[in-house]
C-alpha cells in the first residue's frame, strides 16, 4: 500500500479521528495516485496514523477510512460500517424503525462521502467522495440487506471537487417506482425519488416537523415558507391549525405539496400553494399590513463555505426581521438555519438581532437540531449543520 507523510505537528487532527487531510498538511506522496485509491497514512517520524482514500481533490486530498493498522477496506469492512449505523438507529427508534429514515450520515457513521436514506422499502444513496465512489457497487449490494432496491442521486455540484461526474439512476436490486409512499409523524407522503431535492425529502427536520405539529394547534393563519412539498404545513395542520400558505419558488415542488395535502384529506381553503420568492413575498406582505399568527422560516443553504458566512448572515437577518414584523403578539416563529458554516452562537445573534430591530420581544421555547437519525460524530462537529428556534414573539 502506498504512504503518504504529513508534516511535522500535523498529525494532532488525527490523533483526535478527525477523519479529513487537507492538502497543506501532507508533506510528501507517491506519484501517480488514483482517485479513490487507498493509502496509508503517516507521521513525519514515519508511525502509521490511518488509510484513508485518496482523492485528487485540491482541498481534501484524503478522507480516513480507519484508524487502526490491522483492519483491511473491503466488503466486511462496509458491511459492519452498515451495520453500525443500523445499530444506531434500531437503538433510538426502540427496534420501531420508522417508514422513512436516515440509515447513514456520511462522516458520522464513519463512512465519509456516503448518505443513504431509507424510504418504505427503497434506499436512495448519495456518493460525494472518491473514496466512496469507488466502493459504488459493492455499497450498492451491501445496501440490499437494508432495502429491496437501491437508487444513486449523485447529482449535486460538490462532487466536481473529487472531479467526480454528477450521475442518477438504478444501483441495485428492484427498480424505484416513481412516487414512494411513506408516513411521517402520521402524515402521508408522496415522495419523487428521481425528481425531488437531494433524496427526495428532508429527512433531518422530522422531528421539528414533529414539535411544530404540537405548537400550533387552533392557529388560524400560519405561514410556511421554503416550503418544498408541504412538510411544516401538513404539520401544522394535522396538529389542529386551521389554515397554513405555503410558499415556495420551485412549481414542482408545490405541486407535490398539493398532492400531499389531498393524501391526508386537506382541502385547499386549509391548505394553500404560492410560487413565490420568500423574500419579496415578506415584503409585501409588510407593505400591505398582512399578518400572520405562526410563521416557519426553513430556508435552504444560505452559506456554503464559511467564506459565504457573512453574506449569509444577512439573508438571514433579513428574512428574520420581516418574519418578526409580520407576526401577531404571541405568534409562534420556527426558524432554521442548515448552514453548517453558521454556527450556533451566531445563528442565534442573527436571530436576537432581527427580533431587536423589529422592536419585538423573541422569547425562545425550543432548541431545534437535525433530526436524531442524522448523528454527529464527536471527531467530526462539522456533522452538525441544523439548527434552530421556535418561539413566542411579543
Ligand atoms: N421545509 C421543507 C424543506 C425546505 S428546502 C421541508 O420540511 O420539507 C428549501 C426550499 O426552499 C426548497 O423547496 C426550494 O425550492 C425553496 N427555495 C429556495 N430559495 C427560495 C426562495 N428565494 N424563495 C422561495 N423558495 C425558495
Given at each position: 500500500m502506498k504512504k503518504i507523510y504529513l508534516k511535522k505537528g500535523r498529525e494532532r487532527s488525527l490523533e483526535k479521528r478527525h477523519p479529513w487531510i487537507y492538502s497543506?498538511?501532507?508533506e510528501r506522496m507517491p506519484e501517480g495516485l488514483q482517485s479513490g485509491e487507498i493509502i496509508e497514512i503517516c507521521a513525519h517520524d514515519k508511525t502509521f496514523l490511518a488509510k484513508g482514500a485518496f482523492s485528487?481533490?485540491?482541498?481534501?486530498p484524503v478522507k480516513v477510512w480507519t484508524f487502526q493498522e490491522e483492519e483491511e477496506i473491503n466488503k466486511e469492512f462496509f458491511r459492519r460500517k452498515l451495520s453500525d449505523a443500523s445499530l444506531l438507529r434500531k437503538k433510538i427508534y426502540g427496534n420501531d424503525l420508522p417508514e422513512a429514515y436516515r440509515l447513514v450520515n456520511a462522516e458520522s457513521d464513519a463512512m465519509p462521502g456516503l448518505i443513504a436514506d431509507i424510504y418504505g422499502k427503497y434506499a436512495v444513496i448519495q456518493i460525494t467522495s472518491a473514496g466512496m465512489d469507488h466502493f459504488r457497487d459493492m455499497i450498492g449490494e451491501l445496501l440490499l440487506d437494508y432495502a429491496a432496491g437501491v437508487y444513486e442521486?449523485?447529482?449535486?455540484?460538490?462532487r466536481e471537487k473529487d472531479f467526480l461526474e454528477q450521475r442518477k439512476g438504478h444501483l441495485a436490486g428492484e427498480e424505484l417506482p416513481q412516487e414512494i409512499l411513506f408516513t411521517e409523524n402520521g402524515i402521508r407522503f408522496a415522495m419523487d425519488p428521481v425528481n425531488g431535492h437531494k433524496t427526495g425529502f428532508y429527512l433531518d427536520q422530522k422531528e421539528s416537523r414533529k414539535t411544530v405539529m404540537n405548537c400550533l394547534k387552533g392557529c388560524r393563519n400560519v405561514l410556511n415558507t421554503f416550503a418544498y412539498t408541504g412538510g411544516f404545513g401538513l404539520a401544522a395542520l394535522k396538529g389542529g391549525a386551521e389554515k397554513v400558505l405555503n410558499i415556495d419558488s420551485s412549481l414542482p415542488a408545490l405541486e407535490q405539496a398539493r398532492k400531499n395535502a389531498v393524501l391526508n384529506g386537506f382541502t385547499e381553503e386549509e391548505f394553500l400553494t404560492e410560487c413565490a420568492d420568500v423574500f419579496s413575498f415578506l415584503r409585501k406582505c409588510r407593505d400591505c399590513g398582512k399578518t400572520f399568527d405562526a410563521i416557519i422560516l426553513d430556508p435552504p443553504k444560505f452559506a456554503e463555505s464559511i467564506k459565504q458566512k457573512e453574506k449569509a448572515a444577512r439573508a438571514y437577518k433579513d428574512i428574520n426581521l420581516l418574519a418578526m414584523k409580520l407576526l401577531d403578539k404571541g405568534g409562534f416563529l420556527f426558524t432554521f438555519s442548515c448552514s453548517g458554516a453558521m454556527d450556533d452562537d451566531l445563528f442565534r445573534k442573527v436571530v436576537d438581532s432581527a427580533a431587536m430591530d423589529a422592536k419585538r420581544d423573541y422569547r425562545i421555547t425550543h432548541f431545534l437540531s437535525q433530526a436524531s437519525d442524522h448523528p454527529v460524530s464527536g471527531n467530526f462537529p462539522e456533522g452538525r449543520y441544523l439548527k434552530g428556534f421556535g418561539g413566542i414573539v411579543f
Open positions: 497543506g498538511a501532507i485528487r481533490s485540491s482541498s481534501i442521486r449523485s447529482d449535486v455540484e460538490s
